[in-house]
């Protein structure tokens, strides 16, 4: 599958490296600043251009930017979303990660779905990653146990897609129904982070759905 990887921060990083070694061909946006170029040299073959080419080029175009890039980013792709799957790996975090700029009556997924409608017709389907440090790190193994990945979403077939690829990461996709569940995806996210990083040293932390 063709990815295009909107952001090349630690997780865009992270992601394109693990779905180019399950056989995606990745393509980088951002342009050619430093942190673009270091994501494209991390993936063999990786290609990196603007944000409207990597939109172009992606049958799924993952969205990696922080939550107050969202408007930015999008409207970098300059309508080339049409028909796309975008995934958002958006969490509404502040800046300083201490908690969330929206919750439980909106969500960054939701933000997202509503600039893409402006911008062009697209699917949106919200999916957040394990932590960028997991995924680089090798195996997604916990004592034999895979970290599980809440997909949201309104169009059943961009879900499978983006399970196809949650799959690929090494981790477990699990449907959380609509779009707007990412209401409370999200902020279970933010209580991960909380947890990883109090005391200063982050740990790897990943959420688990046990069912009986």
């Keep these: 599958m063709k990815i295009g990887i909107i952001g090349s921060g630690r997780l865009g990083r992270a992601l394109g490296v693990r779905l180019a070694s399950a056989g995606h061909a990745i393509f980088f946006g951002g342009g050619h600043s430093d942190a673009s170029r270091r994501a494209a040299e991390a993936v063999t073959g990786a290609r990196l251009g603007t944000n409207a080419a990597a939109a172009e080029f992606g049958d799924v175009v993952v969205l990696a930017v922080p939550f107050s890039k969202i408007d930015e980013a999008i409207k970098?792709?300059?309508g080339k979303l049409?028909?796309?799957?975008?995934?958002?790996?958006?969490n509404a975090l502040t800046p300083d990660l201490t908690g969330l700029a929206v919750g439980?009556?909106?969500?960054?997924?939701?933000?997202?779905?509503a600039r893409v409608v402006e911008e062009a017709s697209a699917r949106v389907v919200a999916a957040l990653p394990p932590f960028a440090e997991l995924l680089a790190g090798g195996e997604l193994d916990f004592a034999g146990e895979?970290?599980?990945v809440f997909v949201c979403g309104d169009d059943q077939g961009a879900k499978s897609e983006v399970f196809r690829l949650v799959t690929d990461l090494g981790a477990r996709p699990v449907d959380a129904g609509p779009l707007v569940a990412a209401r409370l995806v999200e902020p279970a996210m933010m209580l991960l982070v909380t947890l990883a990083y109090r005391g200063g040293t982050p740990r790897g932390l990943g959420l688990k759905l046990l069912e009986k």
């Design 76 to 78: 970098q792709t300059e």
């Design 104 to 113: 439980f009556d909106t969500s960054a997924a939701e933000r997202v779905a």
């Design 146 to 148: 895979l970290p599980d």
């Design 82 to 90: 049409a028909g796309t799957i975008v995934w958002s790996c958006v």
